[in-house]
């Protein structure tokens, strides 16, 4: 590679880093209000970065959450195809309540529903399952409603693995924990 192409090459990725960074920081100026509007956005990225955010920002936005009618989803707060986004965000932060002893209905502590974008495929699904130690539980269709169920691997921790992928998976519209009853 030529000198020229090396500092051409450098140059581009500084500029790359520099433009991330005063991203990162726009962000974190973003008020609440316009987050949490972002949170159901059709744009993936977008869903993304105020879901990050939120969650950087920890509890203490839980009142505004709250204040735009956010709702614990645990242990039996929410259905299985309508729980929105902004509810699992809310949800995880608050922390999932236990199911009380003995209950006859509640969540299941090891599972939860996915709900994808259209075009999302099996690879796709298989991709996340992999990058987080999940197992798909009967079969994934794009357009039912969760889409499948994911089991989480030994060890982990169910809202940890629900945060990790509403921060990261664009294709991810939002999680339904997996309900019992009986």
Known sequence: MTLAKWFGMSALILAATAWQVIGQEDVKKMPIKNLIGDLSSTDGAKRIVATKEIFRRGKEVLPDLKKAGAKQVAPVGAS????????????????????????????KTNAFGL????????????????????????????????????????GQSLEAVIQQILSTEPKVTTINLNYFEG
């Open 115 to 154: 709900h994808v974008e259209k075009g999302t495929t099996a690879e796709d699904i298989q991709k996340i399952c992999k990058k987080y130690q999940c197992t798909l539980v009967g079969k994934f269709n794009s357009e039912f409603r969760p889409s499948c169920y994911l089991q989480i691997g030994p």
């Open 80 to 107: 299985v195809d309508g729980t929105r986004r902004l509810d699992m965000v809310h949800s995880v932060l608050e922390g999932f309540p236990p199911n009380p002893p003995n209950a006859r209905a509640g969540y």
